[in-house]
């Protein structure tokens, strides 16, 4: 999984908190890069609710 300053930012408008099953939702919804779809689905889901794209990418510059 890798994430870039690019692909992150296709998750800027999601419905935030959300899990990984709605992040990946609106990531095919809104046309988000394959890219974007493959990182969140490598996520391991422990059924976590994610606030932000921080805590999907810690190095998200803010």
Do not use: C, F, H
């Not at 690019?6 to 800027?12: G, N």
């Not at 908190?17 to 394959?34: F, M, N, Q, W």
């Not at 990182?39 to 190095?59: A, K």
């Amino acid at each position: 999984m890798y994430w870039t300053l690019e692909l992150a930012s296709k998750l800027e408008d999601a419905p935030w908190p959300a899990t990984k099953d709605e992040l990946i939702d609106y990531a095919v919804r809104s046309g988000a890069p394959l890219e974007v779809i493959e990182n969140l689905q490598e996520i391991e889901d422990e059924g976590d609710v994610y606030e932000s794209i921080e805590d999907i990418w810690p190095d998200y510059p803010s």
